[in-house]
């Protein structure tokens, strides 16, 4: 996490002061702006892995914020920056990525939370073509490996392709027809059970990142990333 650079917009100077030293003890490369004109010129001038900014800017719309960034070429000729907002108030993911934003975090942080957080956006920075995961865990299609902490996981086809599903859409919500429809092919019928043994196969086979596969009662599954040890 050392070589990870990291630009914290925040236009209040006490909390700015409290997120720096967050984010230098875990080991991040900070630099600190309170403007939305100065966010911009240091994007212009160096490379950032991510942006933690408010969702509420005095001087300016986040949605214009973010499309001067995704739009200004000096700042577009560099590496990909992933943007992360910070909110007091409940977020809409769809409507954060229509505009710009890779994810966000509830204020006040939590020094966990926010931890984790950024290492989750970071580590998806670095997934290569065809890897799926967050954190420690990593699975690849095209090798049908999975990797945590760079440990090779041994997972049967069934347990590889229902994980593959959930990493696809962290968050969401699949049933279990959903995941029998993924498991099952011409001659093999799945039934829910079976569907419940290869999940718990899979937590177990997980280690510290079983916990990520969430039970949502009455409906299904999910990779719920805070759950997460890792």
């Given amino acids: 996490m050392s070589s990870q650079h990291v630009l914290i917009f925040e236009e209040d100077h006490d909390f700015q002061s409290i997120l720096h030293e967050q984010a230098k003890g875990d080991g991040l490369q900070v630099c600190l702006t309170s403007s939305a004109k100065d966010t911009l010129r240091e994007l212009e001038s160096r490379e950032f892995d991510l942006l933690l900014t408010e969702m509420r800017i005095s001087e300016i ?68 073509a065809g890897q799926l995961g967050f954190g420690d865990l990593v699975l690849d299609s095209r090798s049908f490996d999975v990797f945590v902490a760079s440990e090779r996981v041994h997972l049967t086809p069934n347990e590889f392709k229902l994980l593959q599903a959930l990493l696809a859409r962290p968050g969401e919500i699949h049933s279990r027809e959903q995941l029998i429809a993924i498991v099952q092919g011409e001659g093999i019928a799945v039934v829910d059970r079976a569907v419940d043994t290869h999940v718990f196969s899979l937590r177990k086979k997980l280690g510290s990142y079983g916990d990520c596969i969430e039970t949502v009662r009455g409906s299904g599954y999910r990779i719920n990333e805070k759950a997460s040890q890792g």
Avoid at 74 to 97: H, W, Y
């Fill in 61 to 128: 719309l986040l949605s214009t914020f973010l499309h001067e960034i995704h739009t200004n070429p000096k700042i577009t000729r560099k590496p990909k920056i992933l943007v992360l907002c910070g909110s007091n108030s409940g977020a809409l993911m769809d409507e954060l990525k229509a505009i710009g934003a890779d994810d966000f975090i509830a204020k006040p942080f939590e020094r966990s939370g926010l931890q984790q957080k950024v290492k989750s956006l970071l580590q998806k920075r670095t997934l290569k």
